[in-house]
């Protein structure tokens, strides 16, 4: 049963006017125009052709460039799976076919390096090779050191004081060099002798013994457990004590002893007691990194890469300026410098003062 009711014209016409206008405000709110809730929304970017948003700017343009009314241009090599982002297509590539995904990374990693045309040399990204066609492809050196006849193609990140004229490797050095040396007098003394410095150093003193640490922690422990103590630890095998625990890490299987607790973890899961996988050629469970030239193994990919760069059939090519040492490793060559050689000689050969 329906009853009719006369309604004015004005008066439908008015609430006709204000159901739209609600409508219109739910939708708009709906997208984050106008928030009828007191919160405050975060602002999207949106797209004017197909209205999609996204929370950056960088997701805008990349779907702008490469998804908005645009064809799939990525295709898939071992099936007809097409994308439009190459990010998708690793993804199915890893996901789908995992047994030749390795190959065909590894093929894509040295298709997408920008070549020069000059020398044919690669770099993976293109400021790189921007740079290399700029200063040394085909270009003379063009930077010339001011104490010798030295020239090179690369100015180099060279910190100059403008007091003195000392050169740092790097801004850290410089700062102590203006807060503590440049025009400053010596502020440290020697409490045995009247030398005085400039920098502090290692001045960690025990005030019960007077014994000197270069490191705060270092005193710490020597107070904690080593300044008028007892010896608490007990060797296993003979009468001998001592004041600090060492290394005593044992491993319950073969009875090997490692100085930290990350090195009997790593002992007992890729090492002892475990049998290698066929598959993979790793101890255990745990997934290792092979070398197919010499057979070492490494926990990450990152660690088989420097690896086979640097060392796997390459001869050392780090020498040291001071003896007949020589490494395959930068780092290994600082080490050796700092510990076997003056440091002062390390400085000199990386720095270059007045």
């Known amino acids: 049963m329906t009853i009719d009711v006369d309604v004015p014209e004005k008066r439908k016409y008015l609430n006709d006017i204000c159901l739209h206008e609600i409508i219109l405000r739910l939708i708009l709110a709906s997208i ?30 990349q779907h702008r460039k490469y998804e908005c009314g645009k064809e799939p ?3 898939c090599p071992f ?28 093929t894509f990693q040295k298709r997408v390096r920008h070549a020069c045309q000059g020398c044919n040399k690669s770099y993976k990204y293109k400021e790189g090779l921007y740079l290399h066609q700029r200063y040394e492809c085909g270009k003379d050196p063009q930077f010339q050191c001011p104490y010798c006849a030295h020239r090179a193609k690369h100015k180099g ?19 102590n060099h203006l807060a503590f040396e440049c025009g400053k007098a010596p502020q440290f ?32 422990n020597h107070v904690r457990c080593e300044c008028g103590k ?27 002893r490692y100085s930290s607790q990350g090195a009997l973890y790593n002992h007992v899961k890729f090492v002892c007691g475990t049998t290698k996988c066929s598959s993979c050629n790793c101890n255990g469970c745990g997934r290792r990194y092979v070398c197919d030239g010499c057979g070492k193994s490494y926990a990450s990919a990152c660690g088989l890469k420097t690896h086979t760069k640097w060392e796997c059939g390459k001869e050392p090519n780090f020498n040291c300026p ?28 990386t720095t270059t003062e007045e």
Do not use: W
């Open 73 to 75: 241009q990525f295709s």
């Open 230 to 256: 007892e010896p608490q630890y007990k060797c296993r095998y003979c009468p001998y004590q001592a004041k600090l625990k060492g290394c005593n890490y044992d491993c319950h299987i073969c009875g090997k």
């Open 157 to 175: 990140n060279v910190f100059n004081c403008l007091k003195c004229g000392k050169n740092y490797l790097s801004s850290g050095g410089l700062r």
């Open 79 to 106: 099936c007809d799976y097409k994308v439009k982002l190459r990010c998708n297509l690793l993804k199915h590539i890893g996901i789908k076919h995992e047994s030749m995904a390795k190959d065909y990374y590894q």
């Open 189 to 220: 003394k020697c409490r045995f002798c009247p030398y005085e410095a400039k920098i502090k150093g290692g001045n960690y003193d025990c005030e019960k013994c007077g014994k000197r640490y270069r490191s705060k922690t270092a005193l710490n």
């Open 322 to 349: 001071h003896c007949s040492y020589k490494t395959k490793r930068k780092g290994s060559l600082k080490r050796h410098m700092l510990t076997l050689h003056n440091p002062m000689k390390f400085v000199e050969t």
């Open 32 to 61: 984050g125009k106008i928030s009828n809730c007191k919160q405050k929304k975060k602002s999207r970017h949106y797209c004017v052709d197909c209205g999609k948003s996204y929370k950056n700017k960088s997701g805008l343009l």
